[in-house]
């Protein structure tokens, strides 16, 4: 399935009430959101009072909206919320909702054969430090974070100028916004392989979003403000307030974009 395009509870009442017309609830009515994605393979779980559409029929004890083999295209069924018209699988357990482009992943749900990702520890440790500072939405990233990735450019000869002083090796990010007394607040978390060496870390990860800069030379202070770093086990969790008219870069698209404060020049 393509990546459905919403985040839940973002979407203007329009666009809630045209999903709603075809999947069967809005985004209002789903008060939690868990998704995986690995190219274009999405599995996403939902928690709330939520009833499918008319539109989804059983398949063979799995429901599917639409017509057609997984990730299969379809013109005639293209909708905005099924850009290419491919088919999208359901499943309930346990009183949540699983959607999918696949039928073996939604069967494996229905089945109940499928690793929880609380049971892998950088997912358990980086969900209770996004939860500390009550987290609305986050991204957990998971890759090579190292300076010397293959898949990325080799940063140290395009951009020999850039310092990239984070020295200890860490292999998940988890992006998001948190929304203390009503404001938001994006919130980045490094999950490094022990205690040690997030609390070794926590200050230089501090002075690179107070001092430091992107590698077109953006300082982040003119982006962000009231940066502060705690440390939780082997998580550092940042905390800052993007600065109102600012050119303000997502903590996301800095990941995307290998900026300094998402890279590792560790081993």
């Known amino acids: 399935m393509n990546r459905l395009g919403f985040p839940f509870g973002t979407g203007s009442i329009g666009e809630s009430q045209q999903f709603a017309s075809e999947f069967g609830f809005g985004f209002g009515e ?12 999405v599995f996403t779980v939902l928690s709330g009072n939520l009833e ?6 059983d398949d063979g004890g799995r429901m599917t909206l639409g017509t057609g083999e997984d990730y299969e295209r379809s013109v005639e069924e293209v909708s905005k919320w099924r850009p290419y018209g491919q088919p999208v699988r359901a499943g309930v357990r346990d009183g949540l909702l699983a959607l999918s482009g696949s039928s073996l992943a939604v069967d494996s749900w229905n089945a109940g054969d499928f690793e929880r990702l609380g049971d892998d520890e950088r997912f358990s440790a980086v969900g209770a430090a996004l939860d500390s500072v009550d987290t609305v939405s986050a991204r957990i990233l998971l890759d090579d974070f190292s300076i010397s990735n293959p898949l990325w450019p080799r940063l140290q000869e395009v951009r020999p100028e850039v310092d990239y002083p984070i020295t200890e090796s860490f292999d998940a990010i988890a992006v998001g916004t948190a929304a203390p007394g009503g404001e938001p607040v994006s919130v980045v978390a490094y999950v490094f392989k022990e205690s040690a060496a997030a609390d070794t870390m926590a200050p230089v990860v501090r002075d690179l979003w107070r001092n430091g800069a992107t590698a077109n030379g953006d300082p982040y202070r003119t982006m962000y403000d009231d940066v502060n770093v705690e440390t939780i086990g082997p998580v550092v969790l940042l905390s800052a307030t993007p600065i109102n008219g600012a050119s303000t870069l997502d903590p996301l698209a800095l990941v995307y974009r290998t900026e300094n404060v998402a890279i590792h020049s560790g081993s």
């Open 30 to 41: 789903s008060d939690a959101l868990a998704e995986i994605s690995q190219r274009l393979a």
């Open 52 to 57: 499918l559409g008319a539109g989804f029929v």
